[in-house]
């Protein structure tokens, strides 16, 4: 038989023990909670770090650096002509198309070539020789659409020796062979290295455009080389932006510079040696 305080010390006796079963429960909750919390922390502190690291990285990454291609695009050497690229073509319909994909092209971001087009970029109301002169003038290069179209058109042959009188045998002339064999190029292109889209003409546009970023770059290299020799000689720099390109250009082009005839024929008839380097 069970006695009413033996009903009373069992009851009891299963509260205590459920009061610690619980308050062991809570304890443990509580252990937990702490771990969680100071694990959260922990990543906490360590994220400025990791982020700092990554900043460090990504900083000395060579993307964030300035690339020559960035450097010569920025180069003031650049815009002191008005154009990157002066684009000749006929004016058959297929070349002027042709002549837009190209232009197109150059012109898309990332490249951001300035070109000249004809058609788009010509001045209305003035006298056409004028506003092809003055553009190839303002190029830096000219490249070439030679199609048998190209062949025929005055106009194209106007443009192309303007542009041999600007720069003869220089790098600055770039020929596009389209729909004709190598062959038939003109006799003044001859000598040069052409670039042919009959193929992939977008393999074509592609060197095009790394042609034109090289010569940029190489410009703007030899003017950190002027620059020092003039430090180094201690003479100051005069005249603008237009003539130190020239005479970059010159030290780019030898062919470029002009020697009169006296200079280059001596007393008995033979070459000068200061023509010799120009050859």
């Not at 009373?8 to 009061?19: A, E, P, V």
């Not at 937990?32 to 900083?59: D, E, I, L, Q």
């Not at 970029?121 to 056409?128: F, R, W």
């Not at 490249?143 to 041999?164: E, R």
């Amino acid at each position: 038989r069970y006695l009413p305080t033996d009903f009373f010390f069992s009851g009891w006796f299963q509260k205590l023990f459920k009061s610690r079963v619980s308050g062991t429960q809570r304890e443990q909750e509580a252990e937990a909670t702490k771990k969680s919390a100071s694990t959260s922390v922990n990543r906490v502190s360590a994220s400025p770090s990791s982020a700092s690291s990554f900043c460090s990285s990504s900083s000395s990454s060579p993307g964030t650096t300035p690339s020559k291609a960035q450097s010569a695009l920025s180069s003031r050497l650049r815009f002191s002509r008005k154009y990157d690229v002066f684009v000749c073509h006929s004016s058959v319909d297929s070349d002027s198309e042709e002549a837009g994909r190209l232009v197109s092209f150059l012109e898309a971001s990332p490249r951001s070539l300035r070109c000249f087009l004809r058609e788009r970029d010509d001045c209305p109301g003035a006298a056409i020789s004028t506003e092809l002169c003055q553009a190839v003038q303002n190029s830096h290069l000219w490249a070439l659409l030679i199609t048998p179209s190209f062949l025929q058109d005055d106009w194209c042959k106007y443009m192309m020796h303007q542009a041999l009188a600007e720069g003869p045998m220089s790098n600055r002339i770039i020929p596009l062979v389209q729909n004709l064999p190598r062959s038939e190029c003109p006799q003044e292109l001859r000598f040069f290295f052409c670039i042919d889209l009959n193929r992939n003409p977008d393999w074509g546009y592609t060197l095009l455009n790394k042609t034109v970023l090289k010569y940029l770059e190489d410009l703007v290299a030899k003017e950190k080389t002027l620059d020092g020799n003039m430090d180094s000689s201690g003479s100051e720099s005069g005249g603008g932006d237009s003539s130190r390109t020239d005479i970059l250009v010159s030290q780019c082009d030898p062919a470029d510079t002009s020697i009169p005839l006296e200079v280059i024929k001596t007393e008995d008839g033979s070459l000068n040696s200061d023509c010799l380097g120009h050859q």
